[in-house]
């Protein structure tokens, strides 16, 4: 048996070692101890195990106050509320935007008060908070805007709202200047001015700040007898939306966002909102969701209407108590993530076909005419991962006239949203921002190449330290008879996981293949056994295009292998199975 150490350079080019120590549990026998060692390797102190393992809000939850504008935002929102303000919510057009927006609504309907929800449409308006669209909601009787997930680089936008005499809060995530725009209030774990203990939430979704938001605002109208006699608003009620747009908009899942995730989903179980039980009825779930299906079926469906469709419908869906509307909207959204997905495919392949242009430069900057700007986010992420470098596709004007729109993904340790800020000071950009590892940006078509030299420039080192650690970390090594669905529910019981929070991963070996072959949209599937007699089946999904998929595919009749990924449970037969989702493979011969 190769130890996992042995592993200098996998199918996929990797290393492999444990992500802390050796986990090594040879034919499967998972010890009582293997939530809390997968606890251990991820960082967290021995002292701390416990609540860590039980992850919830009474454990997590700071005291909103320690953010920055915190108690004036609540306040002023508090204020609006007693006199019975008209309130508009305006909000980013992805899930994290639409959920932020529908959890201040319904928290505001809980309070006895309204507000409209204003999304901007992606085409017409692009990102954020513009000036023209808050004075109108001003004209039309808007007394104070809550900008969500948006707003924290609208300095114009927010000096003409102003000058118009509309109040604005905005709660906001993503990364800031040190000179803030004007408005009321700036809640924001990312400005460079928050204490030590708000930067330390940094790491939340804007829906996470949003939820912050509704506490604080409760506490204040609790403190001056708002409530009477009346039981305060149920605010656990609004954390399956938390958890959706958190794990949707793919924050880091530590501390406090593995609470928020952790209780959403018990809540969402309950499926007392008619939005959310109707999309998960329409993504064809027969169970209660997890972190993955957040990740990959609910959140899709909500994007699309932002990328290809009409970018209210989110936050409709989200809002409505009618189960019949909440169907309709539900199908609708379905029906535009599947035009999503065929848009996708064409510019992806356009992308691509720019890639070779491209070789030699640290980032991709791909541009093409007619791209459809709903889809490029989507796009770079495809790409960044299949050439493992940051990545940016701009959609530019069919007919070479106007601004383009970019978005970004980045790989760990290259921080493209700072990087994007600093090309806009630079003067390269109209508009940019972001985090460190997606962005955004408006750019003038002839600035193109200069931000390609820019980025490449800025990046090259931050990129070449990234590429010298090419390693995959691993949880536990078994044979194929420790693959078993007990294995998995333990592993599941150190979740929920996701971005900083990785799940276990596991080798699984050493086996021969006893069927290999592609299968749907690039994937391959295979059927492994083992030297004690089990077999398994297992899958790498988008691997049939690349030197893995290729190795498993044409190499491997008479080789023995390792393979690693995620355990995961297959329950399309009459017992539940343990199934493999490879993610990379070495020769165990």
């Given at each position: 048996?190769?130890?996992?150490?042995?592993?200098?350079?996998?199918?996929?080019?990797?290393?492999?070692?444990?992500?802390?120590?050796?986990?090594?549990?040879?034919?499967?026998?998972?010890?009582?101890?293997?939530?809390?060692?997968?606890?251990?390797?991820?960082?967290?102190?021995?002292?701390?195990?416990?609540?860590?393992?039980?992850?919830?809000?009474?454990?997590?939850?700071?005291?909103?106050?320690?953010?920055?504008?915190?108690?004036?935002?609540?306040?002023?929102?508090?204020?609006?509320?007693?006199?019975?303000?008209?309130?508009?919510?305006?909000?980013?057009?992805?899930?994290?935007?639409?959920?932020?927006?529908?959890?201040?609504?319904?928290?505001?309907?809980?309070?006895?008060?309204?507000?409209?929800?204003?999304?901007?449409?992606?085409?017409?308006?692009?990102?954020?908070?513009?000036?023209?669209?808050?004075?109108?909601?001003?004209a039309e009787g808007a007394r104070l805007v809550v900008t969500v997930d948006c707003g924290a680089m609208a300095h114009d936008a927010l000096a003409m709202a102003a000058a118009a005499g509309v109040a604005v809060i905005v709660v906001?995530?993503?990364?800031?200047?040190?000179?803030?725009?004007?408005?009321?209030?700036?809640?924001?774990?990312?400005?460079?001015?928050?204490?030590?203990?708000?930067?330390?939430?940094?790491?939340?979704?804007?829906?996470?700040?949003?939820?912050?938001?509704?506490?604080?605002?409760?506490?204040?109208?609790?403190?001056?007898?708002?409530?009477?006699?009346?039981?305060?608003?149920?605010?656990?009620?609004?954390?399956?939306?938390?958890?959706?747009?958190?794990?949707?908009?793919?924050?880091?899942?530590?501390?406090?966002?593995?609470?928020?995730?952790?209780?959403?989903?018990?809540?969402?179980?309950?499926?007392?909102?008619?939005?959310?039980?109707?999309?998960?009825?329409?993504?064809?779930?027969?169970?209660?969701?997890?972190?993955?299906?957040?990740?990959?079926?609910?959140?899709?469906?909500?994007?699309?209407?932002?990328r290809v469709g009409d970018s209210g419908l989110g936050v409709r869906l989200l809002t409505t108590a009618d189960p019949h509307e909440a169907a309709a909207i539900a199908a609708q959204l379905s029906q535009l993530n599947d035009e999503?997905?065929?848009?996708?495919?064409?510019?992806?392949?356009?992308?691509?076909?720019?890639?070779?242009?491209?070789?030699?430069?640290?980032?991709?900057?791909?541009?093409?005419?007619?791209?459809?700007?709903?889809?490029?986010?989507?796009?770079?992420?495809?790409?960044?991962?299949?050439?493992?470098?940051?990545?940016?596709?701009?959609?530019?004007?069919?007919?070479?006239?106007?601004?383009?729109?970019?978005?970004?993904?980045?790989?760990?340790?290259?921080?493209?949203?700072?990087?994007?800020?600093?090309?806009?000071?630079?003067?390269?950009?109209?508009?940019?921002?972001?985090?460190?590892?997606?962005?955004?940006?408006?750019?003038?078509?002839?600035?193109?190449?200069?931000?390609?030299?820019?980025?490449?420039?800025?990046?090259?080192?931050?990129?070449?330290?990234?590429?010298?650690?090419?390693?995959?970390?691993?949880?536990?090594?078994?044979?194929?008879?420790?693959?078993?669905?007990?294995?998995?529910?333990?592993?599941?019981?150190?979740?929920?996981?996701?971005?900083?929070?990785?799940?276990?991963?596991?080798?699984?070996?050493?086996?021969?293949?006893?069927?290999?072959?592609?299968?749907?949209?690039?994937?391959?599937?295979?059927?492994?056994?083992?030297?004690?007699?089990?077999?398994?089946?297992?899958?790498?999904?988008?691997?049939?295009?690349?030197?893995?998929?290729?190795?498993?595919?044409?190499?491997?009749?008479?080789?023995?292998?390792?393979?690693?990924?995620?355990?995961?449970?297959?329950?399309?037969?009459?017992?539940?199975?343990?199934?493999?989702?490879?993610?990379?493979?070495?020769?165990?011969?």
């Amino acid at each position: 048996m190769i130890p996992v150490t042995a592993i200098d350079r996998s199918l996929a080019g990797n290393g492999w070692r444990w992500r802390g120590g050796n986990m090594d549990l040879g034919t499967g026998g998972a010890g009582d101890d293997l939530v809390d060692q997968l606890l251990l390797s991820r960082g967290i102190d021995r002292a701390d195990l416990d609540r860590h393992r039980r992850p919830t809000l009474r454990d997590f939850l700071p005291d909103p106050s320690v953010f920055r504008d915190m108690d004036v935002a609540a306040a002023r929102l508090a204020d609006a509320v007693i006199a019975r303000e008209a309130i508009a919510v305006y909000g980013d057009y992805d899930v994290d935007g639409a959920t932020s927006a529908a959890l201040l609504i319904r928290f505001l309907q809980m309070c006895g008060s309204t507000a409209r929800a204003y999304i901007p449409d992606r085409l017409l308006e692009g990102y954020g908070p513009t000036g023209p669209a808050l004075v109108r909601l001003g004209a039309e009787g808007a007394r104070l805007v809550v900008t969500v997930d948006c707003g924290a680089m609208a300095h114009d936008a927010l000096a003409m709202a102003a000058a118009a005499g509309v109040a604005v809060i905005v709660v906001d995530h993503h990364k800031c200047d040190e000179v803030l725009p004007p408005c009321v209030a700036l809640v924001n774990p990312n400005r460079l001015d928050e204490s030590d203990a708000g930067a330390a939430h940094g790491h939340l979704a804007a829906v996470g700040m949003a939820f912050l938001l509704a506490v604080a605002t409760a506490r204040d109208l609790r403190s001056r007898g708002y409530f009477g006699r009346a039981a305060p608003p149920d605010l656990m009620a609004l954390l399956d939306l938390v958890a959706l747009g958190t794990v949707a908009d793919v924050a880091q899942l530590r501390g406090l966002n593995r609470a928020f995730v952790a209780q959403g989903l018990k809540i969402m179980a309950r499926r007392d909102n008619a939005g959310l039980a109707a999309l998960i009825d329409v993504s064809r779930l027969t169970r209660s969701p997890t972190c993955s299906d957040l990740g990959f079926a609910l959140g899709p469906r909500i994007n699309a209407a932002g990328r290809v469709g009409d970018s209210g419908l989110g936050v409709r869906l989200l809002t409505t108590a009618d189960p019949h509307e909440a169907a309709a909207i539900a199908a609708q959204l379905s029906q535009l993530n599947d035009e999503r997905r065929s848009i996708e495919q064409d510019v992806q392949a356009a992308a691509e076909a720019e890639l070779p242009a491209a070789h030699n430069r640290m980032v991709n900057v791909l541009a093409g005419h007619g791209w459809h700007p709903g889809v490029i986010g989507i796009v770079a992420g495809r790409i960044k991962d299949k050439t493992g470098k940051p990545t940016l596709i701009i959609a530019l004007e069919a007919d070479g006239q106007g601004q383009g729109k970019g978005s970004g993904r980045s790989v760990a340790g290259v921080d493209l949203g700072a990087a994007v800020i600093a090309a806009r000071a630079a003067g390269l950009l109209v508009a940019g921002g972001g985090h460190a590892m997606a962005c955004g940006l408006t750019i003038a078509p002839g600035h193109v190449d200069a931000l390609r030299d820019f980025l490449d420039d800025r990046l090259a080192r931050d990129i070449a330290r990234a590429r010298t650690v090419q390693t995959l970390l691993l949880d536990l090594s078994l044979a194929p008879g420790g693959l078993t669905p007990d294995l998995v529910a333990t592993l599941d019981q150190a979740g929920p996981f996701g971005m900083g929070w990785p799940g276990p991963r596991v080798a699984v070996g050493p086996v021969r293949l006893v069927k290999c072959e592609p299968v749907g949209h690039d994937h391959v599937r295979m059927i492994a056994s083992g030297q004690d007699g089990h077999s398994f089946k297992a899958i790498a999904f988008r691997a049939a295009p690349t030197p893995l998929g290729q190795a498993l595919l044409h190499g491997y009749r008479g080789r023995q292998f390792w393979l690693a990924g995620r355990a995961r449970i297959d329950d399309w037969g009459k017992r539940p199975a343990a199934e493999l989702h490879v993610e990379d493979a070495a020769f165990a011969d």
